[in-house]
């Protein structure tokens, strides 16, 4: 493995001191200064304030004053470049002239923009009839991070984005207008260059229990590669991916060679992690007895700080360079990244390589085009902390008895047994859930190691000036190869007596095809743009799971040293295949460039259908943009003013193996026979999407805005219910369902000039969903999505929404809300169903972005929130019910918790309970998990960057083309905050553990800076 290549190791802790080497040639190469002095107007005289004037190939430049005039030093071989929101731009090389006046022409009031769609293709943004937004690249690199998705963040309206609990290497789960699935994914999918990536997740979940993350597809990617991002949030614009795209899509552009232009850039980023909140614990009452893991005890007046012992300081080092050359025959883009990540827990650690080549060329004329595309990403994650009730150091960490010293557990985790001549685990409680921590992460050791080969060709000719035909094939090969050793002394039931190893070799393998032949003429004032294409996703799973806690000899981590009793599993993976074939096309229309018409149909053969009459299915899609600026006489300060419209239907196949479920092998030769009917008749999944929307751009395109409703309603849902005794089975699938969402997306960006060499770019942006689940079927009453022997429950039910959370409850009068109290002081259980207690999906979210620049010096930061929701934190329960929480040492202090209660026997108003009989009742384990809901409303400051370009005049070479240095930090304040973790990490990124804590790694602040250089 590259991780392992003692070279590549080296290379990777050499580039910073390569940077800062390069950096001193700055004034080997003097060239003669100049002083360019000018002004910037259009057409018709008038200058143009704020325009922008760039050293090509840097990011040094000035923005015009109140006049349109502006000054830049630079020297004599540099090329100038002006621009200015809604105008062509234009390239002047520096030859000595130093007295110019430039007249930019207007571009069409901006319409002329340019964005990607679907399939990779180019439309202008004036035309599309749906909602998209762009992200450029640099927002993914200002504040690097492991898994760069997060760094979305706040910046696109109605993206809602929850990390994984687990640290680093976890994964992330996005949700563009909410849940629509109940059995299936609910993720978008993300497209590179117009080929489908596969964006499968690792995730080793025994319910609440333990959770083990091993990232998942996206968080591979070298951010630095990336040009930028096109989120297509609705069922319209992503209707050409078809069943693949029902939750939206995620379109990534990725840098490539430019004719004319060879550069070099190297960055270099560093941050240090530091934990931002853990729980809070009291300090004033100890163990409740020797030998106790409780704090119910007398007080004591000596305080531990073992909680911030335990963790340390974790820091991400990203390292990147990439080269880009071209001629008008052929460009060339090649890039090296070297990701080093250490976390906030000892041992955990993390390593990745990431190799790009990307090669286009033009043959025959320039008629023929050839590009292609080579990936090629390694990475080894070390230790990543289980969470969970069980097998984690947090809960071992967190409950240890107040008052108590758990440094001689640190130095001393593991003693020698005289017995049996081996070292175990020295801790005096333990058990399933209750571990050293300090054992837990030095003797219970994981290991993922991931080989990913992305690799793809496409070749374009044009066959006349109006039309072409594109060929294109793609192969993304991951294999994981992980395993977890469990050393003597680990709770029994993990290791047994001798020890536990567990061991998998999974390869996934994905091969995607597609031909399109693309059209694109006028015809007088209609100009037409069409496509008609075919494609092929064929993906494979397949590998091998081995695991046992009956090993022959003591800590002997191989396979050769499982034994074949009960405890080891010898298996094959579950061997996956499935195909996905497609036709499809879209015609879009504009007329005189006022009015934009889209239409689309697909048609899908999923063979996850096999086995049905329904294996093939159709959706259809159609939009209308108007122009009004183009259409009326409207004021001039009116630059763009828009509004459109759209409805789509677009399908989402069932899970594999499903219409015909077979016996299969488990264990060693052993057989598991089906117990699950046959669903012949099921049919796929369909959305139905209705969107309007709005935009304008106002006062010379600095004030732009965009508004949109939208409403999707998803049928078809997939269930399994229970079938009648007698039938050889004991359950079967079914169709129903409706759920339905619906909300507003919004954005305003402002572009303020207020003087010479001084600008400001802020943008708000804002997304409300609604869900609610209209219908499910009439031989189900709800459908579980998770039913945790811990008293938690996701389920859905008619007039309720995804992500309602049920949990057990305490008995209330139902007039006045008062707690029913027992003689004997308790408060009184209420037994039967969980009740609903929340939903963790927020009311709306808002950002707000902004970047200042003056000069040299740049701002930029980020403030978002997530206002409305609930969750709950199973890590508070169990503090509570062991007596370790800071709320049971306040209620102890106080002479009982205040409580609004009714005693049973006489219906006596009760003001206080005794503190350890109320948290013994309602905290622990299996006990009363709704009294631990929390508001989920945050409030943050997301990110800062402050950045110093240095001025191109302190640059006498022409070998260094520009060097910026940042200060840079995330997640740094929390400006509002209820809950006692911060709601945004998550235990699982599937659907079923929303909204839930148990024992997952703290949220971090990271502070550090970055250098880029480029040449």
């Not at 995607?512 to 743009?529: C, E, H, M, S, V």
């Not at 929390?934 to 400051?941: E, I, M, N, Q």
Request: charged share 15%; with cysteine; aromatic share 10%.
């Amino acid at each position: 493995m590259f991780n392992d290549y003692l070279p590549l190791r080296y290379l990777s802790r050499l580039l910073p001191v390569l940077i800062v080497t390069l950096s001193c040639c700055l004034y080997a190469t003097a060239q003669q200064q100049v002083i360019i002095k000018g002004k910037v107007g259009n057409t018709k005289g008038e200058p143009l304030v704020g325009a922008s004037i760039t050293i090509k190939g840097t990011s040094t430049g000035v923005l015009s004053d109140m006049k349109g005039e502006f000054s830049i030093a630079c020297t004599s071989s540099d090329i100038l470049i002006f621009t200015y929101s809604g105008f062509g731009p234009q390239e002047r090389p520096v030859s000595g002239t130093t007295a110019w006046s430039i007249v930019l022409e207007e571009a069409q009031s901006v319409l002329s923009e340019v964005v990607v769609a679907a399939l990779g293709i180019q439309r202008q943004a004036r035309g599309l009839t749906y909602a998209t937004q762009k992200v450029a690249g640099t927002e993914l690199t200002k504040v690097p991070q492991t898994n760069m998705i997060n760094a979305l963040s706040g910046k696109v309206a109605g993206m809602t984005i929850s990390r994984s609990a687990a640290g680093l290497g976890g994964s992330a789960k996005v949700l563009l207008r909410g849940s629509k699935s109940a059995a299936g994914s609910n993720q978008p999918l993300y497209v590179i260059d117009g080929v489908p990536l596969t964006n499968f997740t690792r995730e080793s979940a025994n319910a609440s229990f333990s959770m083990a993350d091993q990232g998942d597809g996206i968080s591979n990617l070298n951010p630095d590669d990336i040009e930028s991002m096109s989120v297509l949030k609705g069922a319209s614009a992503a209707s050409l991916y078809g069943s693949q795209a029902a939750n939206g899509v995620i379109l990534i552009t990725t840098k490539k060679g430019k004719a004319g232009v060879s550069k070099i850039d190297v960055s270099s980023g560093l941050t240090v992690d530091a934990v931002a909140y853990t729980p809070k614990l009291q300090h004033h009452y100890g163990q409740t007895a020797p030998g106790s893991p409780e704090s119910w005890g007398a007080p004591v007046s000596t305080s531990y700080d073992n909680v911030s012992d335990f963790f340390q300081k974790g820091n991400t080092w990203i390292n990147s360079v990439g080269f880009s050359s071209g001629t008008e025959k052929m460009q060339t883009y090649l890039s090296y990244a070297n990701t080093s990540a250490k976390g906030i827990v000892e041992g955990n650690t993390m390593g990745r390589h990431n190799f790009n080549f990307r090669q286009s060329a033009q043959f025959l004329n320039n008629k023929l085009k050839l590009e292609g595309n080579l990936n090629m990403i390694t990475q080894t994650v070390n230790n990543n902390p289980v969470f969970g009730f069980q097998s984690g150091p947090l809960f071992g960490l967190y409950t240890f008895p107040r008052g108590q010293d758990m440094s001689p557990y640190k130095k001393d985790f593991e003693v020698l047994d005289p017995v049996r001549n081996l070292y175990v685990q020295n801790w005096p409680f333990i058990t399933a859930d209750n571990q050293n921590p300090y054992w837990v992460i030095n003797r219970n050791l994981y290991k993922n190691k991931r080989f990913r080969t992305v690799t793809n060709i496409t070749a374009r000719y044009d066959i006349t000036e109006w039309m072409n035909i594109q060929l294109r094939g793609n192969m993304d090969r991951t294999n994981d190869y992980n395993t977890a050793k469990y050393y003597v002394g680990t709770a029994a039931v993990y290791a047994g007596l001798n020890g536990r190893y567990n061991v998998s070799d999974i390869t996934t393998t994905q091969l995607y095809g597609d031909a399109l032949l693309n059209i694109n003429k006028n015809f007088n004032d209609i100009q037409l743009t069409a496509i008609l294409g075919s494609s092929i996703t064929d993906s494979r799973n397949a590998g091998e799971s081995l695991g046992s806690n009956e090993m022959y000899i003591p800590n002997v981590f191989t396979i050769q040293n499982m034994s074949r009793g009960v405890g080891t599993s010898f298996g094959a993976v579950s061997a996956q295949h499935q195909q996905l074939q497609a036709v499809f096309g879209n015609i879009s229309l504009s007329y005189k460039n006022w009015l934009y018409m889209d239409v689309t149909g697909r048609n899908d053969w999923s063979s996850n259908l096999s086995y049905t009459p329904n294996g093939s299915y159709f959706y259809p899609s159609g939009g209308l943009t108007v122009l009004l600026d183009q259409l009326l006489n409207l004021p001039q300060s009116i630059n763009l003013l828009k509004i459109r419209g759209s409805y789509a239907v677009v399908g989402n196949t069932v899970p594999i193996y499903v219409t015909n479920p077979i016996n299969y092998l488990t264990g060693v030769g052993d057989i598991t026979f089906n117990n699950t009917a046959p669903f012949t008749d099921l049919k796929p999944e369909k959305t139905r999407s209705l969107e309007l929307g709005a935009e304008f751009r106002l006062l010379q395109n600095r004030l732009s805005g965009d508004v949109t409703w939208y409403k999707t309603n998803s049928i078809n849902q997939f269930f399994s219910v229970a079938v009648p005794p007698g039938t050889g089975y004991s359950r079967r699938f079914i169709n129903g369902g409706d759920i339905q969402n619906s909300g507003v997306e919004a954005s305003l960006n402002f572009r303020s000039v207020s003087g010479r060499n001084f600008s400001w770019n802020t943008g708000l942006n804002f997304g409300r969903n609604k869900n609610v689940i209209r219908k499910l079927t009439e031989e189900v009453d709800q459908f579980v999505l998770s039913d945790d022997i811990n008293n938690y429950s996701s389920i859905l039910k008619v007039g309720g929404s995804y992500g309602d959370i049920y949990a057990q409850v305490l008995s209330r009068d139902e007039k006045t809300g008062q707690v029913f109290i027992n003689d004997d002081g308790t408060p009184v259980v209420q037994g039967g169903a969980r009740q609903l207690v929340g939903n963790a999906n927020p009311d709306f979210r808002l950002g707000w972005n902004n970047s200042i620049s003056y000069k040299w010096i740049s701002l930029d930061f980020l403030v978002d929130g997530s206002f409305g929701g609930e969750v709950m934190s199973l890590t508070e329960q169990i503090l509570d019910g062991y007596g370790a929480s800071a709320a049971s040492g306040k209620a102890r202090d106080e002479g009982g918790l205040t409580v609004d209660g009714i005693r049973l026997s006489d219906n006596a108003a009760v003001a206080k309970v005794d503190a350890e009989k109320w948290y013994k009742t309602v905290g622990g384990r299996q006990h009363v998990t709704g009294e631990y809901m929390y508001d989920a409303t945050t409030v943050r400051v997301r990110e800062v960057s402050l950045g110093f370009t240095l001025p191109k005049s302190f640059l006498t070479g022409d070998f260094i083309k520009g060097i910026r240095f940042s200060l840079i930090g995330r997640n740094l304040v929390y400006l509002y905050k209820k809950a006692p973790y911060d709601p945004e990490l998550t235990y699982s990124t599937g659907n079923g553990y929303s909204g839930i804590d148990v024992f997952g790694l703290p949220a971090t602040r990271s502070f550090g800076g970055s250098l880029n250089v480029s040449f």
